[in-house]
T-cell receptor, first 114, second 115 residues
């Protein structure tokens, strides 16, 4: 069965330090991968995606993600975290049955302290 | 975003009562999805629709039914609510499955508490 793993329930980082949120996926072949962010009492907002091509993907709000096929990973990164980056982050992959369905990781709470 | 409105935004009800949640979209997207969000589980797919009157089950469909009589509306019904269905429910849309490399658009959710 497909699965997306986010091994950390919470990541704590000081403002200005680099931020990494980990994700591993399970789809073989060429996966479609997404990162979303959720602020309190809001829906999910799209950050970035990997479809094909360059393994380093740049997205919104200064975030980027690195696709690594050999490690089946798609880690989210930001060089210098802001307090406003504190939120819940979800990694997701498109299922292989072509109905556009998403399989989500459990989510990682990011806490950025001043 | 795709102009997605979920209603109600909050609801408290009692075990055994029927509950219907509504998702309304204004972008004419063909695909619509209902997810539930629970701590430690991320979002899990309940049901999805690939057109008017065309729906199918997702990962956690037991106890839920859906209907889609118009492109813009996707209803989720709990026929007899149970406490295990206390959750936050999200609706999402996608223009077409040929666009599955595009992000789904999400509503702001409905927080449902079943006592």
């Amino acid at each position: 069965a497909q699965s997306v793993a986010q091994p950390e329930d919470q990541v704590n980082v000081a403002e200005g330090n680099p931020l990494t949120v980990k994700c591993t996926y399970s789809v073989s072949g060429n996966p479609y991968l997404f990162w979303y962010v959720q602020y309190p009492n809001r829906g999910l907002q799209f950050l970035l995606k990997y479809i094909t091509g360059d393994n380093l993907v740049k997205g919104s709000y200064g975030f980027e993600a690195e696709f690594n096929k050999s490690q089946t990973s798609f880690h989210l990164k930001k060089p210098s975290a802001l307090v406003s980056d504190s939120a819940l982050y979800f990694c997701a992959e498109v299922t292989t049955d072509s109905w556009g369905k998403l399989q989500f990781g459990a989510g990682t709470q990011v806490v950025v302290t001043p | 975003d795709a102009g997605i409105t979920q209603s109600p935004r909050h609801k408290v009800t009692e075990t055994g009562t029927p509950v219907t949640l509504r998702c309304h979209q204004t972008e004419n997207h063909r695909y619509m999805y209902w997810y539930r969000q629970d701590p430690g589980h991320g979002l899990r797919l309940i049901h999805y629709s690939y057109g008017v009157k065309d729906t199918d089950k997702g990962e956690v469909s037991d106890g839920y039914s859906v209907s889609r009589s118009k492109t813009e509306d996707f209803l989720l019904t709990l026929e007899s609510a149970t406490s295990s269905q206390t959750s936050v429910y999200f609706c999402a849309t996608l223009r077409d499955r040929g666009n599955s490399n595009q992000p789904q658009h999400f509503g702001d959710g409905t927080r449902l508490s079943i006592l």
